[in-house]
């Protein structure tokens, strides 16, 4: 059941977007509540990715969901259930692109509150603003599956009427995104809970090809292996893939922290799957912003943000048209697999080749020095001026070659045409004053 929230309301809604949204879209949050089931699985991960479960008990729950929608003349029929991020500790609704530049672009954005810490954590709703949320009850990561696909259904169930979740709006396709750890919790989702009929494709970006267990109540020792990262209850790299044989499409954008460890990069683009791997790029880079509070100066810098709108713009034509997305490049990897190959600067080979990678004033990376963990911040060294003079004796040259890389970008479609000028190196300003 959903109730709308008061706006007024304690501090107002966690993860506002009202001061950024285009005129004549809408934003409002509701209350989801009812009864969540716990799933356990039968038999175990086995690789192909073809699990069963079974129901184990149900719990009552109360979460919440925000809902950002466009005015009904820009709406593309498409709506975006968004698994909402908690790896900061907090509720953060997360689709790859601006929530302003997507409701331009004519989606309606659903994000779901579905995990334990973002409601209930030290810098959860709750704690946050108990006059407003005070009244939330999660009751644990092992009913988040369930609660999801519940909050989808609430939201895109079809009567919903006029002054409902999305206010009457016709919808055509409904798209379950989430990225990092929320692509993992979509994973399980995808090859254990698939809700037929209700969710039409899947968007993972930054998503390490590992899902997470469908239930923690008998602790890591239940997983093969042991689990890289318990707390995030995440399965170990490598013990499985996606499963192939659910005929909706799937769509990976990934930085080179996720493609060093992830299992789907082994695999091939296929009828229903792609996968985009972008070279000199790392996991906190697949954004733009050179102040990122918290983050250190010697991160990967290299924002492959651009792709991030164009992987919507194929997936949209993928729905309604069925347009297959062009395939890209993958990141080579050397002769024993054990790492990503590099050029003479230490620049990734393969994958999306960015301007920072073709045209390079320094190294970016990001990869674990032995296998493990992957690398989330990477880094970024920039050359010495004589390289750079070196390599290019004059700015002109820089500027030709670097545009040549930008016009290749749109080419393959990976950059839209209206956003080639927003392709830049964080290194430019520095090298050439």
């Not at 466009?70 to 975006?80: A, C, E, L, T």
């Not at 494709?201 to 602790?219: E, I, K």
Request: glycine residues 10%.
């Amino acid at each position: 059941m959903l109730k709308p929230i008061d706006p007024l309301l304690g501090l107002g809604p966690w993860g506002s977007a009202i001061d950024t949204i285009p005129s004549g879209a809408r934003e409002q949050e509701w209350f989801l509540e009812g009864e969540a089931t716990r799933y356990r699985l039968v038999g175990n991960y086995s690789f192909n990715g073809r699990w069963n479960v079974e129901p184990a008990e149900k719990v009552p729950y109360r979460t919440r969901i925000l809902v950002e929608h466009p005015s009904p003349d820009r709406f593309n029929g498409i709506v975006v259930c968004i698994w909402n991020n908690v790896s900061a500790g907090f509720d953060g609704t997360f689709a790859g692109v601006p929530v302003a530049t997507m409701l331009e672009d004519g989606y309606a954005l659903i994000g779901v509150s579905a995990q334990y810490v973002g409601v209930h954590g030290e810098r959860g709703l709750v704690v946050s603003d108990s006059e407003r949320y005070g009244v939330l009850s999660h009751p644990g990561d092992n009913f988040s599956y369930d609660i999801f696909t519940q909050a989808v259904r609430f939201a895109v169930k079809p009567d919903n009427a006029e002054g409902g979740v999305l206010n009457g709006l016709a919808i055509r396709h409904v798209v379950a995104s989430g990225a990092s750890q929320s692509a993992s919790r979509l994973a399980t989702l995808y090859n254990a809970l698939h809700p037929a009929q209700l969710i039409d494709a899947y968007h993972l970006p930054l998503f390490f090809g590992n899902g997470t267990v469908v239930d923690s109540t008998d602790g890591e020792r239940a997983v093969p292996g042991g689990s890289p990262n318990w707390p995030m209850r995440m399965l170990p790299y490598g013990i499985h893939g996606l499963r192939d044989d659910l005929g909706v499409p799937v769509f990976i954008l990934n930085s080179e922290s996720e493609a060093y460890v992830t299992t789907v990069s082994q695999l091939p683009d296929s009828e229903h799957l792609v996968l985009w791997e972008n070279a000199g790029s790392s996991h906190v880079s697949s954004t733009t912003g050179e102040g990122r509070f918290g983050l250190p100066n010697t991160r990967c810098r290299a924002s492959f943000a651009p792709a991030q709108r164009a992987v919507w713009h194929h997936l949209r034509r993928w729905l309604k048209e069925g347009v297959h997305p062009p395939s890209q490049p993958r990141l080579e990897r050397t002769a024993d697999g054990r790492q990503l190959a590099r050029d003479e600067h230490g620049n990734a080979l393969g994958g999306i080749r960015w301007p920072h990678v073709v045209v390079p004033l320094g190294t970016h990376r990001a990869e674990a020095p032995s296998q493990g963990r992957p690398d989330l911040m990477g880094t970024t060294t920039a050359f010495e001026p004589e390289k750079v003079r070196r390599l290019y004796p004059t700015r002109e040259q820089y500027e030709a070659r670097f545009m040549d890389a930008v016009v290749d970008l749109v080419a393959s479609g990976v950059v839209l045409p209206e956003d080639a000028s927003s392709v830049s190196d964080p290194l430019a300003a520095a090298a050439w004053g």
